[in-house]
Nanobody, 121 residues
Framework: QVQLVESGGGLVQPGGSLRLSCAASGSIFSIYTMGWYRQAPGKQRELVAAMTSGGSTTQANSVKGRFTISRDNAKNTVYLQMNSLKPEDTAVYYC???????????????WGQGTQVTVSS
């Protein structure tokens, strides 16, 4: 019903930058929250950053000052600009979107397929 397509991951050297994108499509009436989570090997999935439709943001302390979340509501797309990347940022990054379905107005919560970000020299 709701599909998420992520892009932008890859291999980057420490100190480098990457920009992740996630586009939502399908039977969407409205989107409340769009965000990014990450999961490193052997660790639990954790919130990186999220943004509401009103523009309020939440970020993990570990990425404050380095990562910026933004969204294009007209395109149902969320971005994560990652600067000053560190080896400890290496993880699979997942997009997460929550809102209401068209027609039924039931709530939905969807995850992207994940995109690998590797920070290494």
């Amino acid at each position: 019903q709701v599909q998420l397509v992520e892009s932008g991951g890859g291999l980057v050297q420490p100190g480098g930058s990457l920009r992740l994108s996630c586009a939502a499509s399908g039977s969407i009436f409205s989107i409340y929250t769009m965000g990014w989570y990450r999961q490193a090997p052997g660790k639990q999935r954790e919130l990186v950053a999220a943004m509401t439709s009103g523009g309020s943001t939440t970020q993990a302390n570990s990425v404050k000052g380095r990562f910026t979340i933004s969204r294009d509501n007209a395109k149902n797309t969320v971005y994560l600009q990652m600067n000053s990347l560190k080896p400890e940022d290496t993880a699979v990054y997942y997009c997460n979107v929550g809102g209401l379905l068209a027609g039924s107005l039931n709530r939905f919560g969807s995850w992207g397929q994940g995109t690998q970000v590797t920070v290494s020299s």
